[in-house]
């Protein structure tokens, strides 16, 4: 049997064919917008450029850069903003490095929602900081308020970090804010799976909350390029985690992404309100479709959520695996969270009924339907959603 030469597009090819076939619920993923697809394999994307400049040639990568800030500086309503980390882990490590290096750095544990980077023998352990584990909801994924208050007031860490990988609902900035700040210590807000419902302003707003500062990745709600994004209106906060930027935390800062990054801004300004007011009403008709034939949700008593995420209450890591291949084999993909984003479907224009559609196809996935007629009607529904929205 002759086998077929293997090659990279080979790879590439199979791939994308794959993934148009298939149904995206994972929340950390999006789709970008044919435009923005499109600036990332630019001449951009093997150029380098540096503040202050060592390169020649960078007269219109400076122009794009600039007009990148001031576009998100005006989405976000921050003074500074800092485009040059390349993903929400690297600028979770400039923050941490900057605020809490060989100090005190506190956030939820990451099996009740705090992002898995800051478990002590990662983030905290590269920069010498000393974990503190805030006190926090197994149902809701929020830290529980009093509880936390005491553990901070007691042990005054100079970096708070608040929001997470599993948030469905808002974290308590305003709470935090006057305590952390009254003994100098900084609050950060890590707004990686929510940033798009910030630009939307339909979920909280860390800054106007007490926050000093956001980071987040580019990527999730928000629907650009892997990437990061940082803003402050603190000019002491900005000026020292600028300084901590190049040659140790970044060199070449990926400029094709940037140029992505920049398209979806955009499309933010002009779409967001109505793409992320759409994301969370269609995650609440899927966890409400899901518990109505059976599914158990997480915070049923709070309507379930209030961000892009539902978490299915499943106890055994090995049972989420378990669900996690079972849904891939009959076409839906999802993390061994198992938490669903509504993040990608929306974007495709999915709307209410689509929601009560794929709540049916989980279910009878879950139940051990023939996987076949499943992924079917998983493709069957898919074709009529293959153009990106609020583009
Ligand atoms: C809350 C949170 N912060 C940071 C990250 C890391 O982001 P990135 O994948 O962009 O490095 C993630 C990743 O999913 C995340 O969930």
Same mark, same amino acid.
């Given at each position: ?9 080979? +790879? ?10 298939? @149904? ?7 789709? @970008?917008?044919? #435009? ?10 093997? #150029? ?25 500086r005006? @989405? ?6 800092? =485009?040059e ?7 979770a ?27 002590? !023998? ?11 584990? @805030? ?6 994924f ?36 006057? +305590?952390?700040h009254s ?18 302003g339909?979920?909280?707003?860390? =800054? ?5 500062? /956001?980071y ?5 709600t ?5 990437? %990061? /994004? ?16 190049y040659?140790?935390i ?20 002009k779409?967001?309100?109505?793409y992320?007011?759409k ?6 008709? =899927? ?13 049923r008593? #709070?309507g ?6 539902i978490?299915? !209450? ?6 989420? +695996?378990?669900?996690? !291949?079972?849904?891939?084999? &009959?076409?839906i ?16 224009? *999915? ?9 049916? =196809?989980?279910?009878?996935? *879950?139940?051990?339907? !023939? ?8 493709? %069957? ?6 153009? /990106?929205?609020? &583009?």
């Open positions: 049997m002759s086998k077929k030469q293997q090659d990279a597009w080979n +790879i590439i090819r199979t791939h994308e064919k794959y993934r148009r076939r298939v @149904l995206n619920l994972i929340p950390s993923e999006n789709i @970008l917008s044919p #435009r923005a697809l499109k600036a990332l394999s630019t001449d951009l994307a093997g #150029r380098y450029a540096l503040r202050p400049e060592f390169y020649g040639g960078t007269r219109y990568v400076h122009e794009l850069w600039n007009y990148a800030e001031e576009l998100t005006r @989405l976000f309503k921050a003074d500074y903003v800092l =485009l980390p390349l993903s929400g882990h690297i600028a490590i400039l923050v941490s490095h900057t605020f809490a290096k060989d100090k005190r750095l506190a956030t939820l544990p990451s099996e009740k929602g705090g992002y898995p980077g800051y478990e002590k !023998d990662r983030i905290p352990l590269i920069v010498g900081a000393e974990l503190i584990e @805030l006190p926090s909801s197994n149902e809701y929020t830290p529980l308020i009093e509880d936390s208050l005491r553990v901070i007031e007691e042990k005054k860490p100079e970096l708070v970090v608040l929001g997470g990988s599993m948030i469905i609902f808002p974290h308590p900035v305003r709470e935090f804010s006057d +305590i952390v003994y100098g210590g900084v609050l950060a807000y890590d707004g990686s799976h929510v940033l798009g419902l910030i630009a939307g339909v979920f909280q707003d860390p =800054l106007r909350e007490g926050a000093d500062l /956001v987040a990745s580019t990527h999730k928000f629907p650009g390029p892997q990437g %990061a /994004v940082v803003y402050t209106n603190d000019k002491e906060v900005y000026e020292k985690l600028s300084g901590n930027l040659h140790k970044v060199d070449n800062i990926h400029l094709n992404r940037l140029a992505a990054y920049a398209v979806t801004v955009e499309e933010m300004l779409y967001g309100s109505a992320a007011t994301i969370v009403e269609n995650a609440k008709y =899927l966890a409400a479709s899901l518990a109505s034939i059976g599914i158990s949700i997480k915070a008593d #709070r379930y959520t209030e961000s892009h995420q978490v299915l !209450d499943i106890q055994d890591d090995e049972a989420k +695996i378990k669900v996690r !291949d079972r849904l891939e084999e &009959c076409g993909i999802a993390d061994a969270g198992v938490r669903f984003g509504t993040n990608e479907v929306t974007r495709r224009g *999915m709307g209410k009924r689509e929601m009560e559609k794929i709540a049916k =196809l989980v279910y009878r996935a *879950m139940e051990g339907e !023939d996987p076949k007629k499943i992924k079917r009607e998983v493709q %069957a529904l898919l074709e009529r959603f293959k153009t /990106v929205k609020f &583009c």
